[in-house]
């Protein structure tokens, strides 16, 4: 049933049979109990708030350490709640959903001393709260609140960084103005911060929270020459992961040729891709076509994947793409990564080409990633190179094996019993071994690993 004709046959059913329904669903399950206790007292806020508040209190009083696996449904608690405090107070009577965020907020840091978050379901649910904190503020808009004092109050309890959405959506509540406040406030205190005395080998935090803060007031005021002057005030020689965000930050607020300040500069060798890649958006917003397809063709130079070529392709006339294709098939074939070259043939329809790569350099394959190898294997076994497929599958489980990763034998099993189906297939082993002298092989050097092998017997 879709969701209109749903709708049209709830509106068919008389209130006295949805009150019983509901009323069944209240006793029986517990789990609804909060949900519909909301529902009912939506028309009278003051009481709906006392009973939120209760909730929110008991999250406090909380001792019990919630593991990891408990952490997903007592995330979907705590966003219950807080849907509770959205759909029943915030147009209705935002003062007191302001006042009831507010209180939630103040629980996470005991909440978050009890609960294993390595999934961080609840540290999202934290950050979803101050985007609604936000709102039922900017709704409110209590006149005898200073809410730059107010925000930046809040902004010094985030230790956990559940806080971090406040500054840069300030912009939701306070006018440029206030947010023009704060970003004096957070300069200021960077600037006297960095004026204290240095201690060896320790962090000035103080620095580094009040850089971070200016930075997210200039997210709050889309000023990327803030943003800027943040890192510069802390670094007045900025780094490559710096330079880096600053130009990721003017090309945001597509202001390119600020970039270009920094992306005319020479980068160290590791951070090149980087620097190409941020030429190529700026490229994109100046028009700039001719250059774009420089910028491409280093990129595909430097990565030699089919994704780039693509995109470089994407910058070439009609006349020029058959001799790129042609070019990348040569480059793909005189070396680089196995990985990427084999796939780009294989998307450029050399499969041949790319299963006689693949056999060339069989002995580079036990040192590809296990992800993008598995990947390969199932393209060439679907493809019917059942030898660059034997090679993949080989070196797969070798991989296995080798590292005695007993956890990963169920997936070993498998593997040989697809070599197994393609030596069927295969007719002419060469370069590789023979099946029969892979097993033997395989088994000298591995038979001692009887877990293994009791796999394939099982």
């Given at each position: 049933?879709?969701?209109?004709?749903?709708?049209?046959?709830?509106?068919?059913?008389?209130?006295?049979?949805?009150?019983?329904?509901?009323?069944?669903?209240?006793?029986?399950?517990?789990?609804?109990?909060?949900?519909?206790?909301?529902?009912?007292?939506?028309?009278?806020?003051?009481?709906?708030?006392?009973?939120?508040?209760?909730?929110?209190?008991?999250?406090?009083?909380?001792?019990?350490?919630?593991?990891?696996?408990?952490?997903?449904?007592?995330?979907?608690?705590?966003?219950?709640?807080?849907?509770?405090?959205?759909?029943?107070?915030?147009?209705?009577?935002?003062?007191?959903?302001?006042?009831?965020?507010?209180?939630?907020?103040?629980?996470?840091?005991?909440?978050?001393?009890?609960?294993?978050?390595?999934?961080?379901?609840?540290?999202?649910?934290?950050?979803?709260?101050?985007?609604?904190?936000?709102a039922a503020a900017a709704g409110w808009r209590d006149a005898n609140i200073d809410w730059v004092e107010r925000i930046d109050q809040?902004?010094?309890?985030?230790?956990?960084?559940?806080?971090?959405?406040?500054?840069?959506?300030?912009?939701?509540?306070?006018?440029?103005?206030?947010?023009?406040?704060?970003?004096?406030?957070?300069?200021?205190?960077?600037?006297?911060?960095?004026?204290?005395?240095?201690?060896?080998?320790?962090?000035?935090?103080?620095?580094?929270?009040?850089?971070?803060?200016?930075?997210?007031?200039?997210?709050?005021?889309?000023?990327?020459?803030?943003?800027?002057?943040?890192?510069?005030?802390?670094?007045?020689?900025?780094?490559?992961?710096?330079?880096?965000?600053?130009?990721?930050?003017?090309?945001?607020?597509?202001?390119?040729?600020?970039?270009?300040?920094?992306?005319?500069?020479?980068?160290?060798?590791?951070?090149?891709?980087?620097?190409?890649?941020?030429?190529?958006?700026?490229?994109?917003?100046?028009?700039?076509?001719?250059?774009?397809?420089?910028?491409?063709?280093q990129l595909f130079q430097s990565e030699q994947s089919y994704a780039s070529f693509k995109r470089y392709l994407e910058t070439l006339?009609?006349?020029?793409?058959?001799?790129?294709?042609?070019?990348?098939?040569?480059?793909?074939?005189?070396?680089?990564?196995?990985?990427?070259?084999?796939?780009?043939?294989?998307?450029?329809?050399?499969?041949?080409?790319?299963?006689?790569?693949?056999?060339?350099?069989?002995?580079?394959?036990?040192?590809?990633?296990?992800?993008?190898?598995?990947?390969?294997?199932?393209?060439?076994?679907?493809?019917?190179?059942?030898?660059?497929?034997?090679?993949?599958?080989?070196?797969?489980?070798?991989?296995?094996?080798?590292?005695?990763?007993?956890?990963?034998?169920?997936?070993?099993?498998?593997?040989?019993?697809?070599?197994?189906?393609?030596?069927?297939?295969?007719?002419?082993?060469?370069?590789?071994?023979?099946?029969?002298?892979?097993?033997?092989?395989?088994?000298?050097?591995?038979?001692?690993?009887?877990?293994?092998?009791?796999?394939?017997?099982?």
């Amino acid at each position: 049933m879709n969701i209109d004709t749903f709708k049209e046959k709830l509106a068919d059913i008389d209130a006295d049979t949805l009150r019983d329904f509901i009323f069944g669903l209240y006793l029986q399950y517990p789990e609804l109990s909060n949900k519909i206790e909301a529902l009912t007292l939506a028309n009278d806020p003051v009481v709906l708030t006392r009973v939120l508040r209760k909730r929110i209190a008991s999250l406090k009083r909380g001792r019990r350490f919630i593991d990891y696996r408990a952490s997903f449904d007592f995330a979907r608690e705590l966003e219950a709640a807080l849907a509770d405090i959205e759909s029943g107070l915030l147009e209705r009577s935002p003062e007191h959903a302001f006042d009831l965020v507010d209180q939630f907020l103040a629980t996470a840091e005991s909440v978050l001393n009890r609960v294993d978050d390595s999934g961080g379901a609840v540290g999202e649910v934290y950050r979803q709260a101050v985007l609604l904190w936000l709102a039922a503020a900017a709704g409110w808009r209590d006149a005898n609140i200073d809410w730059v004092e107010r925000i930046d109050q809040l902004y010094q309890q985030n230790d956990y960084g559940v806080l971090d959405p406040l500054l840069p959506n300030a912009h939701l509540l306070l006018t440029p103005d206030q947010l023009k406040q704060l970003a004096w406030r957070y300069e200021n205190a960077l600037c006297r911060a960095l004026k204290s005395p240095e201690q060896e080998d320790k962090v000035n935090f103080v620095a580094l929270h009040s850089g971070v803060a200016l930075g997210q007031i200039a997210d709050a005021l889309h000023d990327p020459a803030l943003y800027e002057r943040s890192i510069l005030i802390y670094s007045p020689q900025p780094n490559p992961l710096q330079m880096k965000s600053i130009c990721e930050k003017y090309l945001q607020y597509e202001q390119p040729k600020s970039a270009m300040r920094y992306l005319n500069q020479a980068w160290a060798s590791r951070f090149e891709h980087d620097r190409l890649e941020l030429l190529d958006k700026v490229c994109v917003q100046t028009g700039d076509r001719k250059q774009l397809k420089v910028i491409r063709s280093q990129l595909f130079q430097s990565e030699q994947s089919y994704a780039s070529f693509k995109r470089y392709l994407e910058t070439l006339d009609e006349d020029e793409k058959e001799q790129a294709c042609r070019s990348a098939i040569r480059q793909a074939e005189q070396g680089g990564d196995i990985l990427r070259s084999a796939d780009l043939l294989l998307n450029l329809g050399q499969t041949e080409r790319a299963q006689s790569l693949v056999l060339a350099r069989h002995q580079e394959l036990t040192e590809c990633f296990y992800d993008g190898l598995l990947r390969l294997a199932k393209v060439f076994e679907k493809a019917d190179c059942n030898l660059a497929a034997a090679a993949c599958y080989r070196a797969l489980l070798l991989d296995i094996l080798v590292q005695a990763r007993s956890k990963a034998y169920g997936h070993g099993a498998r593997y040989f019993k697809k070599l197994e189906a393609l030596a069927k297939r295969i007719k002419v082993f060469k370069p590789l071994p023979t099946h029969h002298a892979y097993v033997e092989q395989l088994r000298s050097v591995h038979g001692r690993k009887k877990s293994f092998w009791a796999r394939l017997e099982s």
